[in-house]
């Protein structure tokens, strides 16, 4: 069976407190609401892609628990490929305690759990779908030794590549540039890869060129409601793309949201100007970021304008 998109990364389960601020180190503060969700940064973005209408795979691993049967549920209901979805009673499905303040932002803590354990092993039974996918999508919320191979497997095959240094991490293997096809982060992980602050445009397209030369085919830079700045390898030009203004509620998930969507043009479009795509997903994250949650608030293809199709 051949997919359109495969992600290799984690899942998590999303324990979510709005709270008017997020509270300091010693700190306990009344918040207004608690939810639970299904999240994760490579269950999240392969989600996203199937909500626009490419057939999808997720290579990932949860627990043996009530948690983890529910993910494996979730990525049934919104048609999502589960074959190469391992559970494991060594560890617990993963977890993610976000606080999001009454601006949208958010703070989070994840405790990987079963995620760590995605390994070699199940990416060689995932072999026949990463081999014939069209994009592959790694990020690093799993180990990183497991991402790289997948994208190594996926580079051998001719998939296209996006990886997503989420989190980032400071000592990045330099291998992980070389294997990217497009490298897509936002400001902070580009700080923290650049050891340069990141803060204006002016500042995205440097970083953006210093990402580029470490051997990328394409860097993407998210920058919220800045939109995105977009390189080449081929263009010596760094583009920006803006995105409309909106009101956002919930911020958290919308860079998984824009990942899922590019991973979806990649796949459908392969003609399509990157920065087009990146238009697009930038669009796509929006709708995102005006209804809680992570998933939840991820729009299908039935929801969003026809422009974008
Ligand atoms: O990128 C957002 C995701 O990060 C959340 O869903 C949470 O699970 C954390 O992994
Ligand atoms: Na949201």
Do not use: W
Request: net charge negative; hydrophobic share 40%; proline share 5%.
């Amino acid at each position: 069976e051949a997919f359109d998109v495969v992600v290799v990364g984690s899942c998590m389960t999303d324990l979510v407190s709005q709270a008017p601020r997020l509270p300091k180190a010693g700190e306990t503060i009344h918040g207004h609401k608690f939810f639970i969700g299904f999240g994760g940064k490579g269950a999240n973005q392969c989600i996203q892609a199937a909500r626009l209408g490419v057939k999808t795979a997720m290579v990932c691993k949860v627990g043996k628990d009530f948690f983890g049967d529910n993910y494996i549920q979730n990525f049934k209901d919104n048609g999502v490929h589960t074959d190469f979805v391992g559970q494991t009673s060594d560890a617990a499905t993963g977890a993610a305690s976000i606080t999001v303040n009454d601006a949208g932002e958010n703070a989070i803590v994840i405790v990987a759990g079963a995620n760590m354990l995605l390994g070699r092993e199940e990416l060689q039974k995932a072999l026949p779908a990463i081999s014939r996918a069209k994009v592959l999508v790694c990020q690093l919320e799993i180990s990183p030794q497991t991402s790289l191979e997948a994208l190594r497997m996926a580079r051998d095959n001719k998939a296209k590549t996006i990886f997503n240094p989420a989190p980032a991490i400071p000592d990045l293997d330099p291998d992980f540039y070389k294997v990217s096809d497009v490298f897509c982060c936002n400001e902070s992980e580009a700080e923290l890869l650049t050891g340069s602050s990141v803060t204006n445009l002016e500042e995205a397209h440097r970083a953006g060129q210093e990402l580029l030369k470490r051997g990328c085919g394409s860097v993407i830079i998210t920058l919220g409601p800045q939109g995105s700045v977009v390189l080449k390898a081929q263009e010596s030009t760094s583009k920006h793309v803006p995105v409309p203004a909106v009101t956002a509620v919930d911020t958290t998930g919308a860079g998984d949201s824009f990942i899922g969507a590019l991973a979806f043009y990649m796949a459908n479009y392969s003609t399509m100007p990157l920065e087009e795509m990146a238009r697009r997903a930038n669009q796509v994250a929006a709708v995102s970021v005006q209804a809680v949650g992570t998933q939840t608030s991820y729009p299908f293809r039935r929801n969003l304008p026809a422009e974008l199709f």
